[in-house]
């Protein structure tokens, strides 16, 4: 008596969902893809929003951005919830080290009186504007459509509460965990001039009805002009002045800042090239709040780096990235 074995392989009859299929082929697909494509409902709604009749739950008609494909947006960086999870444990580990490295060598007994005012006076009040980018962010994660993009939003909203949770530490750290620093933070963000058109501003965009515009004056406006006084002009005021190790404590916000501008980048380009209409819309809202942000923003830049920050390259660098993204 013999026994042969035989190896059989058996070819599945789909290699993925219907609604991947239709758009890819049928081949396996990704996990970004089954995550991502498709997931938002489309039809069968039971009602609409009593404060929105006119609205479906999920309606694409809330921006006057006009897509053929809403998931024509898709993130380069492929991030769904788990691969986003990951990334940002591993940002968070390196911070929280940088973090425990501060705080064990107490290096902030090196840092000057003047540059200790400073950070209490311009950098901790950013937690405000970072609570505002939140809002602004979930905003659009809340009432834009696709998931492709709405999911990336909410991301970037869940970024700024833990980029606001890092300046709040830094206050703390400053003050020897009393909450002094916040409490004069808070202060300086309510009733000092300086700040009063940065929170202004913030108040203006958090009643913007278009989620896209709320997007374009967030991630595109404030954000590159914000960095380049903050992240790069005022951490080179800090090196300047012996204060080179706060540095490690902004290390995640301008991590953080590169890997963001990858994937609002793309969107924006993306969106841009659809059609004539979405460019000259996008120009439009860009003109209108790039000279609001910069007046906002004016006193700030006066003060900041010991009155040699510049708002002009702050400018030119936001120049230079509408340029990149077609929107010069």
Request: proline share 2%; aromatic share 12%.
């Amino acid at each position: 008596m013999t026994i042969e074995i035989k190896t059989s392989t058996l070819e599945p009859v789909r290699q993925t969902f219907a609604n991947l299929e239709r758009r890819f082929g049928n081949k396996q697909a990704t996990r970004y893809q089954e995550a991502t494509y498709d997931v938002q409902a489309t039809n069968n709604f039971h009602y609409r929003p009593l404060w929105q009749p006119d609205k479906e739950l999920n309606d694409a008609t809330r921006t006057d951005i006009v897509m053929e494909d809403w998931y024509a947006l898709k993130d380069p960086r492929q991030f769904y919830y788990g691969t986003y999870v990951q990334q940002r444990a591993k940002m968070q580990e390196l911070a929280e080290s940088n973090y425990s490295f501060f705080e064990k060598r107490g290096l902030s007994s090196h840092l000057s009186d003047e540059v200790k005012a400073s950070l209490v006076r311009h950098l901790i009040p950013l937690r405000h504007v970072e609570h505002t980018a939140n809002l602004n962010n979930v905003y659009g994660s809340a009432y834009g459509y696709g998931t492709a993009i709405t999911q990336a939003l909410l991301y970037d909203g869940m970024d700024r509460l833990g980029i606001a949770q890092y300046l709040s530490r830094i206050g703390l750290i400053l003050d020897g965990n009393s909450g002094d620093a916040l409490s004069q933070a808070k202060e300086f963000w309510m009733n000092d001039p300086v700040w009063q058109g940065q929170r202004a501003l913030c108040e203006k965009t958090l009643v913007i009805k278009d989620w896209f515009e709320t997007f374009i004056v967030q991630d595109l406006v404030m954000d590159t002009l914000m960095h380049d006084l903050y992240y790069r002009q005022y951490d080179e005021w800090l090196n300047a002045n012996g204060a080179q190790d706060v540095g490690m404590l902004t290390e995640f916000m301008r991590d953080w800042n590169r890997d963001v501008s990858r994937w609002a980048d793309s969107v924006f380009k993306t969106v841009a090239s659809e059609s004539d209409h979405n460019k000259a819309l996008m120009k439009g809202w860009v003109e209108t709040w790039r000279g609001q942000t910069a007046e906002a923003m004016a006193p700030l830049a006066q003060e900041l780096c010991g009155g040699s920050a510049s708002l002009d390259d702050a400018l030119a660098a936001l120049d230079k990235r509408l340029k990149k993204i077609g929107l010069a």
